[in-house]
């Protein structure tokens, strides 16, 4: 009954799951924008307001390249059951 439920909220979890990883990768990049800012590493050509903002830029590409090669696959698996599992009921 407990795999039932779970397979059949999967999709539903996968999404909340998906949203609070990349909202942890913007906030992660917020962080190395600010850190980047406070060492200097970047070059003075670039504002230091635009720090913050590009490292969240770039933590939501990294982290939606990580939920595509991780989730995707995932979800694709649960599909295939899906259409199995209406297949056989037929």
């Not at 070059?43 to 590009?54: E, G, N, Q, R, T």
């Not at 982290?63 to 090669?69: D, K, V």
Request: net charge neutral.
């Amino acid at each position: 009954m407990l795999i039932k439920w779970l397979i059949r909220s999967y999709k539903t979890m996968m999404e909340v799951f998906a949203w609070i990883l990349l909202i942890l990768f913007a906030g992660i990049g917020l962080f190395v924008g600010i850190e980047m800012d406070n060492m200097g590493l970047l070059s003075k050509s670039i504002s230091s307001d635009m720090y913050p903002l590009i490292g969240m830029g770039i933590g939501i590409l990294i982290g939606l390249l990580f939920e595509a090669l991780l989730l995707a696959p995932a979800l694709v698996l649960f599909d295939i059951h899906s259409k199995v599992e209406a297949i056989s009921r037929k």
